[in-house]
C-alpha cells in the first residue's frame, strides 16, 4: 500500500512526499520527495490528482487514451484494455528484481560489445544508463510504469528514455523469457545466502544458551509423556543439528540453481555469435545451462527452495509449539523475558511467547507458498508459458517469511531463562529413570525383554506405593529378580541415569561435552561470550 503525504508551508508552494514501498523486496525504496509551484486551491487539486495516478503507476485521465506504444508491439494494431493491462502487470511485484536485471543486462551489454554486435561506445553508453538507473531507483527517483508491464521492460524503456538508440540494441539475441529466469536464478542465489546466514545466527544462540546452561536435566519426552532424562543442552542441540541439514539442503539447492539461463532467448537460442559462458561467467554463474529450452521453461530450483524452506518452518514450528509449551504454567520450565512477550487486553496478568506462537503459525505460510507453486507447475508444457509470471510472489513470500522466523527464533532463544528449580521438581515424576535400570539387568546377563517385564514390574509396585524406583528397598528389588544387588542403587535417580548414557550421540555428560565442542568450533563461538 502506498502512502502520500501533503504539506503546504505557504499559499503558493505545495510539497508531496510519495512512499512506494515494495512488500516483496528485501530492501525498500526511500521515499520520493516532489515539490510543485501552486498559485490556487484549484492547482492544489489537479497536483494532488496527478500524484495519486502516479502512485497507482496509471496516467492522467486525459493521456489515458494515449498509451505508451509496447516494445513488443509491432504487429499490433490496438492497445490492450485497462484491464487486461492491469491484470497483466507484474511491476508490482516483480520490480524487487531491479538490482538483478541491470546486473544481467549490463553483462550482457559486455558480451554484445566483446561479440561485435554493438559497439565499445555504445556499451559504455548502456551501462552509465543502467547505472544511473540503478541510482534512481535506490534514491526513489524511478518511476515504476503499470503500462511497461515488467521489471526488464520498465527498465529497458527507461533505459531508451534516458540514453536514446544505443538502448534498442541491449535486448539482441536475448527474450523476457530467459532474461526472468536469469534474474530469478540470480535473486534466489542472493536469498539462499542470506537465510543460510540467518540460519548460522540462530544455531549461534542455541549454543550459547546450551553453555549458559551446563549440567541442566530436564525430561525428556516420547508421545508427550515423560521418557528418559536427558541433559537440556543435548534438547538444544538437536535443534543445532536439524538446523545445519536446513543450511546444507539451502547449499544443495543453490549449487543446481547456479548454471546460467541467458542467451537461451525464448526457448531455442539464437542464431548470432554470442558467447553463452562469458555472461555465465561475469554473473558468478558455474556455467551456461546445456538446454536452451529446459533453461527457459523450468522452475525446480524454486521449487526446491521453497521445499528446503517448508522444512527448515517445520523445525521452527516445532522449536517454537515446545517453547510455548514450556512456558505454560502447567510446565513452567521456561521463562521469557518481558522484551519478547506481549500481553493481553483484557487480562493484565498474561504474559504470552507471542513470538512463537507466530514462528509455529507463520510455518503455515512457507508451507503453503510451496504447495503453490507445486500446483503451479505441473501441468505446464514446454517451453516458456505466462503462467510462470506467478512464482515469483510465492517465493518473495516464502523468503521473507522464513527470514523473519530466523530472526525472531534467535531473538527469543537469547532471552530466556530456563527455571531450574521448577526442572528439578519435576524430575521425580514419570520413572524417568526405569531404562537405565533395564540396562542394569542387561549388564548381569538378563536378555533385555525379560529385563523390560521385570522394571515394568517394579514400577508397577512403585505406582501402588507411590514412591520412585529409587525409594524401592532391595528386598523388594530382590522380590521381582534375585540379580539386583546393592550396586543398582547406582543407576538409579535422574543423576546417576545421565552418568550411564555412553554411546555415540547420547544425553551422556561426555558425549553433550564433545557435541558442544564441536559446534563451538564451527560456528566459531567463544566460550566467554
Excluded at 537465510?195 to 530436564?218: H, Y
Excluded at 523475558?337 to 503455515?364: C, H, Y
Excluded at 505406582?463 to 524401592?472: I, K, T
Aim: charged share 25%; proline share 4%.
Amino acid at each position: 500500500m502506498e502512502s502520500l503525504l501533503v504539506s503546504s508551508s505557504t499559499s503558493s508552494s505545495i510539497s508531496l512526499t510519495i512512499f512506494s514501498p515494495s512488500k516483496h523486496a528485501l530492501i525498500l525504496p526511500k521515499p520520493q520527495n516532489l515539490s510543485f509551484s501552486s498559485p490556487n486551491s484549484t492547482a492544489r487539486l489537479a497536483l494532488l490528482t496527478c500524484a495519486a495516478q502516479q502512485m497507482n503507476n496509471s496516467p492522467p485521465p486525459s493521456t489515458a487514451a494515449a498509451k505508451e506504444v509496447k516494445l513488443w508491439g509491432g504487429r499490433f494494431e490496438e492497445s490492450v484494455t485497462d484491464a487486461v493491462e492491469k491484470f497483466t502487470e507484474s511491476i508490482s511485484f516483480d520490480k524487487a528484481l531491479y538490482k538483478q536485471d541491470i546486473m544481467g543486462s549490463k553483462a550482457h551489454a559486455s558480451m554484445l560489445a566483446k561479440q561485435g554486435l554493438m559497439s565499445d561506445s555504445d556499451r559504455d553508453t548502456i551501462l552509465k544508463g543502467l547505472d544511473e538507473i540503478e541510482r534512481q531507483i535506490e534514491a526513489g527517483e524511478f518511476l515504476w510504469r503499470t503500462d511497461r508491464e515488467d521489471v526488464h521492460m520498465n527498465i529497458e524503456a527507461a533505459l531508451t528514455d534516458l540514453v536514446g538508440e544505443p538502448a534498442k540494441k541491449l535486448h539482441t539475441a536475448r527474450s523476457r523469457n530467459d532474461q526472468v529466469a536469469t534474474d530469478f536464478r540470480l535473486w534466489c542465489r542472493d536469498a539462499i545466502d542470506s537465510i543460510i546466514s540467518r540460519i548460522k545466527n540462530l544455531q549461534t544462540a542455541l549454543v550459547k544458551l546450551a553453555l549458559q546452561n551446563e549440567g541442566l536435566i530436564v525430561p525428556g519426552y516420547t508421545h508427550l509423556q515423560r521418557a528418559q532424562p536427558v541433559l537440556l543442552q543435548h534438547l538444544l542441540l538437536a535443534y543445532v543439528e536439524q538446523l545445519e541439514r536446513d543450511a546444507g539442503r539451502l547449499l544443495d539447492c543453490r549449487t543446481r540453481l547456479n548454471f546460467c539461463p541467458l542467451g537461451a532467448c525464448a526457448l531455442a537460442g539464437t542464431g548470432l555469435p554470442i558467447d553463452r559462458f562469458m555472461t555465465s561467467d561475469a554473473l558468478g554463474f558455474a556455467a551456461p545451462m546445456r538446454n536452451s529450452i529446459d533453461a527457459v521453461s523450468d522452475r525446480d530450483f524454486v521449487l526446491e527452495l521453497l521445499s528446503a524452506n517448508s522444512i527448515t518452518a517445520v523445525h521452527l514450528s516445532r522449536l517454537g509449539e515446545e517453547w510455548v509449551l514450556w512456558a505454560s504454567e502447567e510446565f513452567g520450565f521456561l521463562t521469557p523475558s518481558d522484551s519478547v512477550s506481549t500481553g493481553s487486553s483484557i487480562m493484565p496478568q498474561k504474559k504470552n511467547p507471542d513470538p512463537m506462537e507466530l514462528v509455529r503459525g507463520k510455518s503455515a505460510r512457507v508451507i503453503g507458498d510451496l504447495v503453490s507453486l507445486l500446483v503451479l507447475c505441473k501441468g505446464l508444457p514446454h517451453a516458456y508459458n505466462r503462467d510462470l509470471q506467478e512464482d515469483k510472489e510465492p517465493v518473495f513470500d516464502s523468503v521473507k517469511t522464513i527470514v523473519g522466523m530466523l530472526e525472531v527464533s534467535a531473538e527469543f532463544a537469547q532471552n530466556v531463562a530456563f527455571n531450574r528449580e521448577r526442572i528439578q521438581k519435576a524430575l521425580p515424576a514419570g520413572h524417568l529413570d526405569a531404562t537405565t535400570l533395564a540396562d542394569y539387568l542387561v549388564k548381569k546377563g538378563i536378555p533385555f525383554r525379560t529385563s523390560h517385564d521385570i522394571v515394568g514390574r517394579s514400577v508397577a509396585l512403585c505406582v501402588s506405593r507411590n514412591c520412585e524406583l529409587q525409594d524401592l528397598s532391595l528386598d523388594e528389588l530382590n522380590s521381582l529378580s534375585p540379580v539386583f544387588d546393592k550396586d543398582v542403587y547406582e543407576f538409579l535417580g535422574v543423576e546417576n541415569s545421565i552418568k550411564k548414557f555412553r554411546s555415540y550421540g547420547s544425553t551422556g555428560s561426555e558425549c553433550v561435552a564433545g557435541q558442544l565442542d564441536y559446534w563451538i568450533d564451527k560456528l566459531n563461538i567463544s566460550r566467554e561470550s
